[in-house]
């Protein structure tokens, strides 16, 4: 009946096993036995709840007065316990009631649920929760337990396993099919069982409301605290924004205890004035007007346990520089107009987040750790200025520029089998498939495509050709150079091939002597 924060007593195992006992047996006959049996569970689910309500107690007591030592950590969390208390007594309070009605519905308002004689009735349960107003009671009740346990969740969305005990145990869910039977909720607490088997499933429910208000509780006291540490030593902190300052900028510093209390602030010097403070931090700031290498000394004070101010010297160095800024295309020294120029950007102390860079001619867009350029149309022959700016202390700062050429991508070369001209074997001439556009000695990882050639030659003393209108050879140009013999040359000409950015490149002929 209870968490990971509340693990069950061997009492409240022995209750459990004894209740999915008798569930059990009430497919038999219920004998008299059995019913004064079903009192004795009744009676000791009870007498645990009582007993879980008698820890919460100590719970809450435990809360008010951690809330009375230190109010601004205890207070988010202490108004959670009250708000868990109320609506647990409410719900609790809601039963108490039903099981009133139970009773003095079966055998009159002299008898209450610790004494009742209509043990064996199995009207008055569901004619309470089902029958009466089309089971506006069992909705009621529900949905009070559903509220509660929504109510619990919302306070424990860190804790897992805590989330799925509040789950499985404030279940209203039917339960599953059974001989392809479906009961729904109501029809299992309250349906065709003897009132005495309904009187304990209630009093259950009172205990797993009290159990998981005890958990939960629990588990607020406890995360008042957590993640704080103990320290058995105090030392000294600087935390600077940055060993790297621009001129014109300024050095910034905070200087702290490790183990600092921000109801105690230190007291914090440098170089003889005193710092102010804020958050148990002292906030150094110097400005930075001149370049090179810069140090600081002092020291921190802070409140012993016994009432007297320790003492710690303190110190640091920065750098002071002129704005600097790296701007390297990774590929060479200009940027090709058709294709995506890699380039990296960096400024040395300034993350690569913090920059802002422009430029004109081209657009240049973020890609992983660097940049990308791509120059407009129609831009070869100009000139490319990119600029870096950079957020510094929540001022802008332009940090510098830099000018590159624009150029057109070289013309590819085009080859059969690899050459441009000289002797080619008849037969390696025949095996080729057509004619390639090489971007012979060019970095970029750039293709294009020939769309068309012609295959001219001699034949019978006049200068025969044939055109193709893509890169491979045509059974026509196969049949020109079929006809050839050794020492005739063979004439690849008018070659036009399409580049990545769609435009037209005119190609040099190649010349290959048949051997």
């Known amino acids: 009946m209870s968490g990971g924060n509340c693990p069950e007593t061997p009492r409240q195992r022995m209750i459990g096993m004894m209740y999915l006992f008798l569930t059990a047996m009430l497919a038999l006959n219920v004998s008299g036995e059995l019913l004064n049996a079903f009192i004795l569970v009744d ?8 007993s879980v309500e008698a820890k919460n107690e100590f719970l809450y007591s435990d809360f008010a007065a951690a809330f009375a030592t230190n109010e601004a950590k205890v207070r988010e969390n202490f108004d959670k316990s009250n708000v868990i208390r109320e609506e647990a007594d409410k719900l609790v309070a809601h039963i108490h009631e039903l099981r009133q009605l139970f009773v003095t519905t079966a055998d009159g308002a ?19 929760m089902i029958s009466y107003k089309n089971s506006e009671r069992s909705k009621e009740l529900k949905g009070m337990i559903n509220d509660y346990k ?18 499985t145990v404030l279940s209203t869910q039917d339960p599953p099919l059974k001989d392809g039977v ?23 429910i009172q205990a797993d409301v009290r159990n998981v208000e005890s958990d939960v509780v629990r588990y607020l006291l406890a995360s008042i605290d957590e993640g704080s540490f103990k320290f058995n030593a105090i030392e000294p902190l600087v935390l600077q924004r940055s060993d790297y300052v621009i001129q014109g900028d300024e050095y910034y510093a905070e200087i702290m205890m490790a183990a600092r209390d921000t109801t105690q602030p230190p ?20 400005p930075a007007n001149t370049t090179g290498e810069k140090t600081w000394s002092g020291e921190i004070s ?19 520089s002129q704005p600097s800024v790296v701007i390297s295309p990774t590929k060479m020294n200009v940027f090709y107009e058709g294709v995506e120029n890699p380039v990296e950007i960096s400024v040395p102390g300034i993350p690569s987040e913090n920059l802002r860079v422009n430029i004109s001619n081209a657009r240049i867009t973020r890609r992983g750790t660097g940049y990308v350029v791509q120059p407009n149309a129609g831009s070869a022959g100009r000139e490319a200025v990119v600029t870096v700016a950079a957020r510094v202390n929540n001022a802008d700062r332009n940090l510098g520029r830099k000018e590159f050429r624009i150029k057109r991508v070289p013309d590819p070369i085009a080859k059969v089998n690899d050459q441009r001209d000289g002797a080619i074997p008849k037969a390696l001439l025949m095996a080729q498939l057509g004619v390639v556009a090489d971007m012979e000695n060019f970095e970029f990882d750039l293709r294009f495509r020939v769309t068309q050639f012609s295959v ?28 050839t013999v050794r020492g005739q040359r063979v004439f690849i000409q008018d070659i036009q091939a399409v580049g990545p950015d769609g435009r037209r490149r005119a190609l040099g002929s190649i010349t290959l002597l048949v051997d």
């Open 110 to 128: 002299d008898y209450n649920p610790e004494n009742y004689k209509s043990l064996s009735n199995k009207v008055v349960a569901p004619q309470v």
């Open 150 to 167: 929504e109510l619990l969740i919302g306070y424990v969305e860190n804790d897992s396993s805590l989330k799925s005990m509040l789950e």
């Open 182 to 204: 479906q009961v729904t909720w109501e029809s299992e607490k309250f349906e065709h069982l003897p009132l005495a088997a309904s009187m304990a499933l209630l009093s259950q």
């Open 267 to 286: 007291i914090v010097t440098v170089n003889g004035n005193t710092l102010r403070t804020s958050e148990g931090r002292g906030i150094l700031r110097i």
């Open 456 to 483: 001219s030659t001699i034949r019978n003393g006049y200068v025969v050709d044939a055109v193709s209108n893509s890169n491979l050879f045509t059974d026509e140009q196969k049949d020109l150079m079929r006809a």
């Open 302 to 320: 802070v409140m012993g346990p016994d009432g007297n101010y320790r003492t710690h010297p303190v110190s640091g160095n920065y750098l002071v």
């Open 43 to 50: 009676r000791s689910i009870v007498q645990a709840k009582e």
